[in-house]
Every structure is written in C-alpha cells, then in structure tokens.
C-alpha cells in the first residue's frame, strides 16, 4: 500500500488521501457499498465500475460458506471470480460473531460457528480468519476480533477487548509467515466499547503494533448505542491513531455519519444501508431519503435529483415510474440501487474537493441546512411545485431541525453548523428525516 495524505482541512480534522492498491487508487474519503456474496444486489461488477466505484468490500465468513475456499483457489481469487478489477476489503467474520450470536461459541482460540445452511460446526481462529481472506485476495485484510454488542457492559467487553489484541499479534504472526505483506494489506481493528478507558487501552496496544498493520479500524460501534456516545469514541480514536495510516469506521452509511465522521478524521466506511434501503424503495438525496412508495410519488415526472449524474436520474427515469414499479419489479431495486450508491459517490467527492478547497466547514453548514431544513427541496411533489408548496412542518416550527450530536460532535473540530442560520431547533435524538410514518395511509 501506498498511503499520501495530499490535503488537510484547516479547521477540522478531516483530510484528502491518495491510497494505491494492487487494483488501483482509491481516493479518500470514500465509502464502500458492500458486496456480501461477490455481488451488489442487483448490479454487476462492470455497472459498479461503470459507476466510478473504486473499493468494495466482501463478507469472509459468508464466503467461506458458500462457494467455499476451494473454489476461490481453484478461479485465482474473488477478484476474477466475480469479474471486479479494482480494490477489494474483506471483513474477517468478527461481526459475525455479533450477528449471528446464537450460532457462535467464543474461546481463546477463536470462533465455533454452527453453520446456519447445514447446523456442522466451523471453527473460525485468527488464522484461519487471514488464511481465508489470503485465498480470496482482498487487497485489504481485516484482522479477527472478539466483537460484543455495542450496548454491553461489565467484564465481557474488557475480555473482548484484550482478545482482540492478542488476536491480532495471531493474524500478524500469520500473515508475515505467509509472505503476503506486498499485496495484501492488514487492517487492525480497535474494540472496547463505550468504555473510554477500554478504549485508550486498546488504542495504546494496536499502536504499539503500528509497523506491523496497513490502517486501523474503528470496530464495535453502530450496533444501537446513543449517537453522542458514537461520535465521541470515533474522536477519541482519531485523536490518538497514527496520521500516516487510513483510519476506517466500520458500519456507518447515514449521510450525516459519514460527514461527522470525516471532520472528525475518518478516511474510509462501509455499510449495507444505501443497497439495503433501496430494495425497500428509499432513495437518497441530499434533503434526506425519499420514500418512493408514497402515494405523493404517482405523478410526479421529475427523476430523484435533477443533479445526479447516475444513470437513473441522468436518463430522466420519473419518480411516478419507479412509484408504480418499486416493491412489485426488480428494475426498480436495481434504479434506486444505481442512484443511491452514485449518491454516497457523489457526497464523499464534494466533501474531498471542499477539503482540498479549503471551504469544508461551509460545506459542512450549507450541507445540513438543506439536510435539516425546512423547505423541503427536493422532497417535494410535481403538486407542490405548481402550487408553491413546502411540505408541512411542525406547528410553531420557525426552521431547521438539527439534531444535538451532529452539532456537539461538530463544534468540538471548530464548525458551528447553526451559524447564521435563522430560527434553528436543537433536538436529542438521531435527526434522521425519514418518510415512514404515513407510508401505509399515504400507499
């Protein structure tokens, strides 16, 4: 790997990075949707490339299962296998054992699994994790850690914690004895829960091991924990990671994440949310998700976003047809799945050019204005439009609702994103402007 951090924003600490692999450069930030079987759903690898994505990230333990090692050796890999010629991440099987809970036995040599297709068991240990990502060839190797759910407390988390260390000496020791340094880079992952102090000891420990890892990762986060506890582990992560090495937050997807976590200094996330969401017919724009399934949808001829350069939006694909089509047609998973991931593209290419710009933290504001906002852009109806309408807000609700994480997490790199903004409301909560709760009256 060869890792060039080329611009720095001034105010926070987000940064713009130059990362070679063996498959190319991949500029960060980025986001990388997630191929769980060695496939987006319902596009193949020529139309993700097609799209300008540059990294994906595939599943070690679901691979494992099916098609199995075997045929990975025999293709030359996951790369040929599945026709993808640009960089590849694999995660090493430790959410599975957060995911999969009731399947998995955890003991110091790893990871019994009970097979959910066939009930055989499968031991998965640090090795045997690094063996498996060997066979499939990702450019980039997650260790084995010891995950527990984001919410727990007590011993388990700081016996957790600690295993993941001693897991990673076991993958190093693994992955140097089989010579695969040069094209396959190792990725340490730090664990310790919400517990600061498990944190910073972990942290110490995974840095201590610097020379022997390509980057780190921020595990054990974006399992339901409150969102001021997320951002403030992210910041104390990011504060104490080495600066020469891409940083990765793993599981974050939401817009809002994605940008609070690069001011705070992440390079690269990942998460199933924008491919997920978008068989469930939600798009994503950047005045929030829009919910394709609202019968507000049925006439009205304007694509998602008139600016996406996606091929759904640029060939003028109605909302009103993919209304008519979504949930009932696969064409329409595949639209919104085209249009959402050139999306998450598209925001983190504006975030880096604001980075080298210099004008990232007026990005920042200008973008949650119209995220948070209240004249809905966007969001609204050919009906709307011809009759001057906003959607409706709250009674007595003066302007933009932002929620109270996005803003502490924000100020705490110098960006007040209430600056200058006029009758603004600050919330607990998410924020998050989501389309549900009329869905089944409004269908």
């Known amino acids: 790997m060869q890792f060039e951090v080329i611009a720095k924003c001034p105010t926070t600490k987000a940064r713009v990075s130059r990362m070679t692999l063996a498959h190319g450069t991949t500029m960060l930030p ?27 990230l595939n599943n070690t333990y679901h691979l494992n299962l099916r098609p199995g090692i075997a045929v990975f050796d025999a ?46 068991p499968t031991m998965l240990t640090p090795e045997e994790s690094i063996s498996i990502q060997h066979s499939i060839g990702a450019d980039i190797i997650m260790q084995l850690d010891d995950v527990v759910p984001s919410l727990l407390t007590g011993p388990r988390v700081e016996e ?40 910073d000891s972990c942290l110490e420990e995974m840095i201590k091991r610097r020379d022997h890892v390509s980057g780190y990762a921020v595990g054990g986060l974006s399992g339901g924990e409150a969102k001021d506890d997320f951002w403030r582990v992210v910041n104390q992560c990011t504060d104490k990671l080495p600066a020469d090495k891409p940083r990765y ?33 939600v798009a994503l724009t950047c005045s929030g998700p829009l919910n394709l399934r609202l019968a507000k949808h049925a006439k009205d001829f304007d694509p998602i976003d008139k600016q996406c350069p996606c091929p759904t939006c640029s060939s003028g694909t109605s909302r009103a047809f993919l209304h008519h089509l979504v949930a009932e047609e696969t064409v329409a998973a595949h639209a919104v799945t085209q249009h959402n991931i050139v999306f998450q593209a598209t925001l983190m290419g504006r975030v880096r050019d604001a980075i080298v710009a210099g004008t990232f933290p007026a990005f920042l504001r200008a973008f949650f204005l119209t995220y948070f906002g209240g004249d809905a852009g966007d969001r609204r109806t050919d ?61």
Not at 41 to 48: F, N, P, R, V
Not at 256 to 275: K, N, R, S
């Open 160 to 199: 957790a914690t600690w295993r993941s260390v001693r897991w990673l000496d076991r993958c190093v020791a693994f992955h140097e004895k089989n010579g695969r340094g040069k094209n396959q880079n190792l990725f340490a992952i730090v664990q310790g829960g919400l517990d600061t102090r498990l944190r």
């Open 75 to 120: 293709a030359g890999g996951a790369h040929r296998f599945q026709g993808w010629k640009r960089n590849l991440l694999t995660d090493s099987g430790g959410f599975q054992l957060v995911s999969l809970s009731h399947f998995t036995k955890i003991t110091e040599e790893g990871a019994l699994f009970e097979s959910p297709f066939t009930g055989e």
């Open 30 to 56: 980025t986001f990388m949707p997630v191929a769980t079987q060695a496939a987006i759903k319902g596009l193949t690898a020529q139309q993700m490339e097609a799209l300008g994505i540059t990294l994906i």
């Open 249 to 281: 937050c793993m599981g974050i997807g939401f817009a809002e994440d994605l940008l609070v976590c690069v001011a705070l200094g992440i390079d690269m996330a990942d998460c199933v949310f924008p491919t997920r969401t978008a068989r469930f017919g």
């Open 383 to 443: 009906s709307d439009r011809k009759n001057k309408n906003i959607v409706k807000k709250d009674e007595g609700e003066a302007g933009p609702t932002y929620p109270k994480w996005c803003v502490d997490a924000l100020r705490s790199v110098g960006v007040d994103i209430l600056e200058g903004v006029v009758g603004a409301r600050v919330i607990d909560g998410s924020g998050a402007r989501w389309e549900y709760a009329n869905a089944a009256a409004d269908n």
